[in-house]
Nanobody
Framework: QVQLIESGGQLVQAGGSLRLSCTASARTFSAVAMAWFRQAPGKEREFIAA????????YYADSVQGRFSVSRDTAKSTLYLQMNSLKPDDTAVYYCAADSVGSYISANHAGRYDAWGQGTQVTVSS
């Protein structure tokens, strides 16, 4: 079972930027797609962005379109989330997830993904 390890979360002021990373620990890692989700206190887990591992096709939630950018480095088995123009509403625990087997489930659905990281806290102050 692959382990996903997120990093990069921290406290930042509104309008600022952060880059999150998610590294897969498996010696040989391959995925069909990877994604970022977030969960704020008292709210359900929310899809943020996804990317196909081989082709780099990206998908975004409307709430982050134009502000966030997902990318991956297949040689480093690492997924990134560049977050710009951060808002207090972006405060949440951010999780990365991997679909290692392939699925017809939509990329924005948590049920598609079979591996999850432990999460990294992002706090945006006003």
């Amino acid at each position: 079972q692959v382990q996903l390890i997120e990093s990069g979360g921290q406290l930042v002021q509104a309008g600022g930027s952060l880059r999150l990373s998610c590294t897969a620990s498996a010696r040989t890692f391959s995925a069909v797609a990877m994604a970022w989700f977030r969960q704020a206190p008292g709210k359900e887990r929310e899809f943020i962005a996804a990317i196909t591992w081989s082709g780099g096709v990206t998908y975004y939630a409307d709430s982050v379109q134009g502000r966030f950018s997902v990318s991956r480095d297949t040689a480093k088995s690492t997924l990134y989330l560049q977050m710009n123009s951060l808002k207090p509403d972006d405060t949440a625990v951010y999780y990365c997830a991997a679909d290692s087997v392939g699925s017809y489930i939509s990329a924005n659905h948590a049920g598609r993904y079979d591996a999850w990281g432990q999460g990294t806290q992002v706090t945006v102050s006003s």
